[in-house]
């Protein structure tokens, strides 16, 4: 069992940065593929994948993110991040992370979020204003 507690989620202006974080517990965060996904109003119930980072630390982010958000982990301390600049009106939604046991992150691009990862935080709202 795996339980995961986003946090740093707050109110930025268009153009800003926030840093989301993922505290982790177990001690096989390492070998996890960890994903963070959001969920906006009105959007499809399962969300959108944001970003991955497999076991081995390769990471993939999602064609709206490039260039914008960063994913990254401490594997010592248990925790994911979520580096995003640049923030825009439509970056507004809940963020989850995700933890899949298998270590190798599906394609961002066809990722199934309820089927893929086994185990969600609790979410931790980004609201970007214009």
């Known amino acids: 069992q795996v339980h995961l507690v986003e946090s740093g989620g707050g109110s930025v202006q268009a153009g800003g940065s926030l840093r989301l974080s993922c505290a982790a517990s177990?001690?096989?965060?390492?070998?996890?593929?960890m994903g963070w996904f959001r969920q906006s109003p009105g959007k499809e119930r399962e969300g959108e994948g944001v970003a991955h980072i497999d076991s081995d630390g390769t990471t993939s982010v999602a064609e709206f993110a490039k260039g914008r958000f960063t994913i990254s982990k401490d594997n010592a301390k248990n925790t994911l991040y979520l580096q995003m600049n640049v923030l825009k009106p439509e970056d507004t939604a809940m963020y989850y992370c995700?933890?899949?046991?298998?270590?190798?992150?599906?394609?961002?691009?066809?990722?199934?979020?309820?089927?893929?990862?086994?185990?969600w935080g609790q979410g931790t709202q980004v609201t970007v204003s214009s």
């Open positions: 995700a933890a899949a046991v298998v270590g190798i992150c599906p394609d961002i691009a066809a990722v199934r979020p309820m089927f893929d990862f086994d185990y």
């Open positions: 177990g001690d096989t965060f390492s070998s996890y593929c």
